[in-house]
């Protein structure tokens, strides 16, 4: 896919520095391939690719993962300039409420990113993220928390124990959203997984990371004063599941994965 790589705040500027968000997922490591191919096309090997990566303390597995793709992706393109990962470190926890739930210490985190962005003269950041595969594809997964009988009702004990996708974007993502001193681009951001699945294969991305990186965010987080885990997290006390390593297989984001890589 061609890719944008110019100033948004002003096209006839040049850039020298691109940040890119990695999750630990398959869709940011078929983006940084096609990023790393667009710029030797482009012939814009002068500019420097930042890894960014968020790191929940409670989830720390995606950092290791993210290492080893920054270090998989630099060996296989030498000739593209690209830092060392930086890392985000925040202990992120969630309030449950009568509206939902809330995630806390987001905006703490944001406001480092922004800062740490600004202070690099870093004008373009590239996320990679993709929107909802079709509602009718959605719909037919058995999305069900652990516990709850088989067929997705999304209660447990007449109590909602996952997020319901009926309330999730099933539109495209903004392809760019302006900061105050960069943009945010999303050049995927009106593709599913299986677009993911496509460039996953046209720029041979090695088919260990299909096993290697973690699609899953349904993880075990500790409690805090007066707080519970987060309704898209196995409870607490829950024997199968540490936060550390493997994949429910029931949330979406895992049902999303074998829909378009086949498996989990």
């Known amino acids: 896919m061609e890719l944008k790589i110019t100033n948004n705040y002003n096209p006839d500027s040049v850039i020298d520095r691109i940040g890119i968000l990695l999750s630990g997922g398959l869709d940011s490591v078929a983006g940084f391939y096609n990023l790393c191919n667009e710029l030797i096309r482009q012939d814009k090997l002068d500019v420097t690719v930042v890894p960014f990566h968020y790191?929940?303390?409670?989830?720390?597995?995606?950092?290791?993962?993210?290492?080893?793709?920054?270090?998989?992706?630099?060996?296989?393109?030498?000739?593209?300039t690209i830092s060392d990962a930086k890392i985000f470190n925040f202990d992120l926890d969630y309030v449950i409420h009568r509206m939902g739930w809330t995630c806390l210490n987001m905006a703490e985190r944001d406001q480092k990113f922004d800062e740490y962005v600004q202070s690099n003269d870093i004008e373009n950041v590239v996320n990679f993220r993709t929107m909802l595969p079709p509602r009718e594809v959605w719909k037919k997964w058995s999305l069900y928390a652990a516990g709850e009988p088989e067929g997705g009702t999304g209660k447990l004990n007449g109590r909602r124990t996952i997020t319901g996708l009926a309330d999730t974007r099933n539109t495209p993502h903004p392809e760019y959203v302006r900061k105050d001193s960069y943009s945010v681009y999303s050049p995927y951001a009106a593709k599913t997984k299986m677009y993911v699945k496509e460039m996953f294969n046209e720029y041979n991305v090695p088919e260990r990371f299909v096993d290697d990186t973690r699609s899953c965010t349904r993880v075990m987080r500790k409690p805090i004063t007066n707080h519970k885990p987060g309704p898209d997290t196995f409870p607490i006390d829950h024997p199968d599941f540490d936060g550390t390593a493997g994949a429910c297989g029931e949330c979406y984001h895992c049902w999303e994965k074998k829909w378009a890589f086949g498996k989990i």
Request: hydrophobic share 40%; aromatic share 8%; proline share 8%.
């Open 55 to 80: 790191v929940d303390t409670q989830y720390p597995v995606t950092e290791s993962i993210v290492n080893d793709v920054v270090t998989t992706v630099k060996a296989s393109f030498p000739s593209v």
